[in-house]
């Protein structure tokens, strides 16, 4: 098939790989020059597990990249792969769905092919036929019969999302007319997994109750770590008995600092401001979020009553990204307690294998580093915010610090004398 991808980003730029690699002709819309130039020389701008393998083997092949649209109307479908990030009152910022709708419908104008739009940004209950589907309409004058809407969630997670892609549980098709979804449902043949067919809205909801349940896990296995530190109990032991129940399952049972990326945070809080909106108080999903926002500043505390003042002190950060296997920074637990020990007076050395550049972004005022042990050199504390795998063989690392006093945000290390934030 002929496959439209707009948006090149972590979600767009895996999917139009992954498409490729199942035969289709890929056609990617990204309006980020820089981006282009890049994936056009066959580099991925971000960093993802085989994606630059990938990417090597299509671009230019039956993968092509450009900012423009106008190839749009010779494809079989379109993916809208836009980001959806958080408005200043907690909503789903929706403006750039709205500027490629309004680009897809002025390329698709007076059309006679049939086309389908699909919609794989996380994007709120009722968008895809209250925003999407008006705006391509009108800028297009295109004749229905012409035309089919799909909203296909992703579930891909980052650090792991080409197989996630590949492997997905479940592919979700919400459409309105059996042709459009049948379409959608033709681009991932050869993949083995369930299809789940659904309406429009309830294929949206899919997606932000699916996160919103993963968060949950999250949030209740933090709180029930806070209360086994408090008891001198390990959580992890708990949470292994815990998930061996069926009805529970292991995964997202890690306590630990918290959950980031560019996902839970903002969708949780979308889905808080859509409630709120339709007068429902959700109880539950706001407590989600106040257990989330205080996992890291329990951290800086722990560190404090540890070695009093932080003024002038030293203090190695182990891990930037939101999590390991990715240079993604986007809501990382790290930048709140960087901050936190910013205005306390420490002074802080961050190394993460892959998000150093990132969170320079963010926060360039502190000293970054190209080792572990360089950041833990003279340090009098460290903070380790990431699970990378590499951090699990630092020990004689910890040697180098002024005074070894470790707090661990993720259950990663093998050396004794660290201290967890939940165990
Ligand atoms: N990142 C994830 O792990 C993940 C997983 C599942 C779902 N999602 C959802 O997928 C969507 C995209 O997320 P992402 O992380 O890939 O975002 P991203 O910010 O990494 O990528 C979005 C890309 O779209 C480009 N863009 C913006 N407007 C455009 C336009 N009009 N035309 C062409 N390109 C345009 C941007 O330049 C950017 O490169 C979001 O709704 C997100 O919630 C993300």
């Known amino acids: 098939m002929r496959i439209s991808v707009v948006g090149g980003g972590y979600v767009g730029l895996v999917s139009s790989a992954c498409l490729a690699e199942?035969?289709?002709?890929?056609?990617?819309?990204?309006?980020?020059?820089?981006?282009?130039?890049?994936?056009k020389s066959g580099h991925s701008p971000i960093f993802?597990?085989?994606?630059?393998?990938?990417?090597a083997k299509h671009i230019n092949l039956n993968l092509k990249i450009s900012s423009d649209y106008n190839d749009v109307p010779l494809s079989d479908a379109t993916f809208i792969c836009v980001g959806t990030p958080q408005s200043h009152d907690g909503s789903a910022d929706l403006s750039m769905i709205k500027a490629a709708s309004h680009s897809i419908g002025n390329v698709l104008r007076d059309s006679e092919k049939y086309h389908v739009v699909a919609v794989k940004s996380t994007v709120p209950p009722s968008t895809t036929q209250q925003l999407v589907m008006p705006i391509i309409l009108e800028n297009g004058r295109i004749k229905d019969q012409n035309i089919g809407f799909v909203m296909n969630p992703e579930f891909l997670r980052e650090g792991r999302a080409i197989q996630d892609f590949m492997k997905p549980d479940r592919i979700v098709i919400g459409s309105s007319d059996i042709?459009?979804?049948?379409l959608i449902a033709t681009v991932y043949h050869g993949l083995n997994a369930p299809v789940v067919r659904t309406g429009i809205t309830e294929a949206e909801m899919v997606k932000y109750a699916s996160n919103a349940f993963l968060a949950t896990k999250i949030s209740f296995s933090n709180e029930i770590g806070n209360i086994c530190k408090r008891l001198g109990i390990d959580v992890y032991e708990v949470m292994k008995g815990v998930g061996l129940d069926h009805r529970i399952n292991p995964y997202f049972l890690n306590a630990g600092a918290g959950f980031g990326g560019s996902c839970f945070p903002k969708d949780i809080m979308a889905l808080i401001h859509l409630a709120e909106r339709l007068e429902e108080d959700p109880i539950l999903l706001k407590s989600i979020i106040t257990v989330n926002e205080h996992q890291p500043k329990r951290m800086v505390d722990m560190l404090e009553k540890k070695i009093g003042s932080l003024s002038g002190k030293k203090v190695a950060v182990l891990g930037l990204a939101f999590k390991?296997?990715?240079?993604?920074?986007r809501d990382s637990r790290s930048i709140g307690v960087i901050l936190d020990l910013k205005?306390?007076?420490?002074?802080?050395a961050a190394y993460d294998p892959k998000a150093n550049v990132s969170m320079r972004s963010i926060i360039p005022d502190i000293d970054y580093c190209s080792s572990a042990a360089e950041a833990l050199k003279n340090a009098d504390a460290c903070l380790v915010m990431t699970e990378w795998p590499e951090f699990s063989s630092l020990e004689k690392e910890f040697d180098l610090m002024k005074s070894r006093i470790i707090i661990e945000g993720r259950k990663i290390l093998s050396c004794a004398d660290c201290e967890g934030i939940c165990w």
């Open 22 to 39: 199942l035969g289709h002709s890929v056609n990617l819309i990204e309006i980020d020059k820089k981006k282009v130039t890049c994936i």
């Open 48 to 55: 993802e597990d085989g994606l630059d393998e990938m990417l």
């Open 179 to 182: 042709k459009a979804g049948d």
């Open 324 to 329: 390991d296997n990715t240079d993604d920074v």
């Open 343 to 348: 205005n306390k007076g420490a002074w802080v």
